[in-house]
């Protein structure tokens, strides 16, 4: 027996609205439905009766509810549906349609929705298609949407399948036309059609019309090209049947007829008729051949637009080019190829620059270091960078075609020789420093490379010989000399050591743990003469110098433990090999940084101690980072130097030897302070420890200038005394005959470490019995004077030399990046001239390049806040200087965009650490410094009031706490991207100019904001798309609806290239709506 169970109200109230609200749906359908019937009656009555568009008109607008379109009852489709009832179409009904079209009564939308359903309308009825077609061509330039964003996206997509149905009826005609009875109707369509495909693709709104709907839409743009193929393979079918005698079909040469018969038509069927006089006299092959390729151009749109025309004027050369230059042949000679590469191609792109002129800007710039050099080791660096680096760029950049110019590569480099050549006093000076024939071995150099044939080689050597002014001997070549090394210039060495490194690494891939008198052979050789500098210096320039040292800490690493069964002579090498290979990763790691041998991430001996011991740049390591050690084994080793015995070589462990001397010297210190031993005794124990290994001393000079540097100016006599005996003393190996051959050579390094190491700190500087040949600020002028007469300085020359550049790089090491960064900015505003601040712009930004990652969040993130939000400021940003500032903010947020890329796509990946030209520190250090940027001083109310959610730590907590917020941008963001140091300045500068958009004030602040994002729209489609992804949609959005003429197609066009659908959206309503109003 069943029990019914009592059904709750809120059950029945919900299934009572259920039925109300499928009854509403019904009652609605059945509108629509009566409707669309009285329409249909309502046009059959017309039609009879013959009335007028405009009666027609008011006839229906009686039917239709006040303001709904005629789309909802498909007026379109009911109209066309009447007009081809029979083989022609109806006159009356199509003037209907026209009407209602221009009137608005019915959308474009559904005008081309309907009329891409006429699939065979071209070939069953041609008079038909004809009238489609006047249909389409008066509605192609007055295409507009006022509807919503996916309104306007799904016109431009049913615009581009209008295109794909053309095409696809061009295909249809083709085939079927030697078959066809109406050849000349159907040839008079093949005609329009043409006109309507060049007239869509020579309006530059349609263009991006279709280009948006292309990137949304890919299916169908896959199909047009494929349609387009099998068109241009159709009638090159058909120009061939003609050519031959017997054609296969007997319609086949009245088709080619009427496709090769010149046609006399108006330039633009659609034009007003004052236009109609100019007439083109041209075939229907050859205008649907130029309609196809026209279609295919579309495609084109991903290259970035031409730049416009601005305050700034673009020029030829580029003062950047070369500064950068210098930067990298000085400060970072042992940095990868490609990140320079991908910056050089960037300042190409965006200064518009020709190809030639990059060239030329490298090669002067580098013949110009060579002119300017204080020592033999800066020599072989810059020589190894201008003839084997300097080629290897050209190379490179020879394989990214030019974005200006289509003309053959090798045109290019004869161009950028040609000019060279012209400064003849430049090359003679070089000639004459170096006593060789520069531009011949450049060139001989970039010819092995195929950057130019052998033919261009004689010509552009003849041409330099009869500028020549200063004679060089014949052995400056190095090809076929028999003279020995020593009498050889040091570019002819530098060019015959690069084989020999590489050879050398090669044959360090064998295993030498069995016979390590062989392994010593090769080291003691490359101690001789300047051998190991030059392996040294081509090994940093080809990028391999990393490999050559985590080599030597290798064979370092294995000297340093004692293996079994060894006997006296064995124990000899291996004290040799760790006291040489000790002395050579010392010289590595003082001439290209310690992270050449550190970068490796091992925790070998030899890494561990360079990092806690060994004095840099920044002076000497605290004592604290020095290993300790057992009294006892330190007082066993104290004793033997005391009383001159011999250390067993066969039971020393080095690296324990290595950890004690700075035990031994503290206890020596502190005997010679209290008065227990004296000056003879000291320098007998020094002689006992250098005639150990040459190691021992240097590890002696790193704890005295570490120690000397935290003692009080009083208490500095001893311990410099005891630096002044070790630095003065001459090493004579007692340990055997293996490292007694190579004295001189050892000795030699030796003394250059020292003396490199004293040269680090002021105090013991006099020690190194040298000056230092880097330039120091002076002490009694401000910073900010010495940075504004270096920027002068380097602006009225245009280039750098070494003594600005570290100038440049002791500046950013004292005043920080915030100072250096507002200062440079300062610089840049104080200008007036245009040309003056194109000069400055392409001036910073090159310095800049030192850290242009942390220099380029700090003028995002610190320096341009400050400077929008002090109304004080706004004369600085007045153009043509806030233009500057806003071109100087692209270029640098464009640069780092380009580095995170190039640090992604480079094969050797340095994720520990970011690249600092030369130098490097750690991820952490960076990211507390940033930090420490960011905080050390409180942002104004205003800025607050500005950013709102834009201040650092609002921001970030912000960032953190909302997944919506992420979905505020172009594209959506992760958490992840948004915690990264640069999209977050990214979205807190997008999220200022958004502020600074909203407000009811327009002075030089907005305008800013339309300079940078004019700069950034005529970037690269990478560099655009990559930053505007984090602009909010509402900004993006109240930038389009209030743009016009060309700034708005292009900033839609940027717009349109984020890979999102909500900004191919936004894009296709700014044109849509542009056509109906403003443009």
Known sequence: MYRFLPLSYSYLHALKLGCTSSHRSLRFMETIQQRSQSLKELLLKAWRERWSDVQWSTHMKRILPPGVSGDAYKLTDIILTQAFVGPNPNSLMLSYLKHIIVSQVVSHTAVLSTIIEYETVCITRPYCMRGLLEILNGCINRINCQGSMEECLTL????????????????????????????????????????????????????????????????????????????????????????????????????????????????????????????TTESIRERLERSLQEVLRLAQLDSSPSPCSNSLELKTM?????????MEAALNVTGDLQPFVDQLLLVEQLQNLPRASVYLELCQASLLGLIDLPDTCEELKWLAFTFIKLPQILARMKQSPSPRDSTDSALHFISCFEQLLRFNVLIDQADTKHNCDCMQQLLQQCSKLGLITENQLRELLAARSATRRAPVQSRSSGHGSHESPQQLPNSTLVIRAEPTSTSILKKWDMDYSKNPDELLGVLGHMMSGKSFELIIAVLATTGKLKKFTAKLIKFNEQACKQTQAEVTKGSQVRAALFDISFLMLCHIAQLYGTEMVTSNGGDSFFETWVQQCIPDDNGAKPLGSFPAVEPSKGDVLLSQYHSGMDIKTMQARWNEVIDTMPYIMQEVLFAWENGATNVDQIQKLIDNVASKLCCLPICCVAWLCSHIAVLASTERNRALSLLQIICSHQASSQLGVPLQIYDNERNAMMQIIIRKMCSTSPVTNPMAKTSRDVPSLPPATPATQVLSSVFAEIMDKGCVDRRTLALVDQLITCGG????????????????????????????????????????????????????????????????????????????????????????????????????????????????????????????????????????????????????????????QTLQQLNEPF?????????????????????????????????????????????????????????????????????????????????????????????????
């Open 156 to 279: 431009c997509q049913s615009f581009l399948q209008v295109i794909h149905w053309l095409l696809h009826s061009i295909t249809l005609m083709l085939d079927k036309m030697p078959d066809m009875r109406d050849l000349q109707v159907m040839a008079s369509n093949l005609d329009i059609i043409s006109e309507i495909l060049r007239i869509t693709c020579t309006s530059r709104v349609n263009k991006l019309l279709l280009f948006v709907a292309k990137l949304e839409d890919k299916a169908t743009w896959t199909e047009i090209e494929e349609t387009v193929s099998s068109i241009r393979t159709t009638l090159f079918a058909i120009q061939s049947q003609q050519s031959q005698e017997q054609p296969t079909r007997s319609g086949s040469s009245q088709l080619d007829q009427f496709l090769s018969a010149p046609r006399t038509t108006h330039a633009s069927q659609g034009a007003n008729k004052k236009d109609k006089g100019e007439r």
């Open 318 to 326: 580029s003062s950047c080019i070369g500064v950068m230059t210098f």
């Open 817 to 972: 990046v915030l100072w250096f960064c507002r200062g440079v900015v300062l610089e840049i505003c104080s200008l007036h001239c245009k040309n003056d601040l194109t000069m400055a712009v392409e001036v910073a930004f090159a310095l800049f390049q030192v850290d242009i990652e942390q220099l380029t969040l700090t003028l995002t993130r610190k320096v341009l806040p400050r400077i929008l939000a002090d109304p004080l400021n706004f004369e600085k940003l007045s153009n043509p200087r806030g233009h500057a500032l806003a071109r100087l903010t692209v270029w640098c947020i464009a640069a780092t965009l380009t580095n995170h890329t190039s640090s992604r796509d480079s094969k050797c990946k340095e994720s520990p650490f970011r690249l600092l030209r030369g130098r490097k520190r750690p991820r952490m250090d960076l990211d507390r410094e940033d930090s420490s940027v960011l905080k050390d001083e409180a942002r104004p109310s205003k800025i607050r009031r500005l950013l709102s959610v834009g201040d650092e730590d609002n921001a970030t907590s912000t960032l953190t706490g909302s997944v919506n917020y992420s979905t505020g941008f172009l594209v959506a």
């Open 983 to 1079: 999209p977050r300045a990214l979205v807190s500068l997008f999220q200022l100019f958004s502020s600074l958009m909203s407000s009811s004030m327009i002075g030089p602040r907005t305008e800013f904001v339309i300079s940078f994002m004019t700069e950034i729209i005529h970037c690269s489609e990478h560099i655009a798309s990559g930053v505007l992804q984090f602009a909010p949609i509402t900004m993006m959005s109240q930038m389009l609806n209030t743009s016009s003429g060309q700034f708005l197609l292009d900033l839609a066009l940027a717009i349109g290239r984020v890979d999102s659908v909500v900004a191919r959206r936004l894009a296709a309503k700014a044109l849509c709506h542009n056509k109906t109003g403003r443009f």
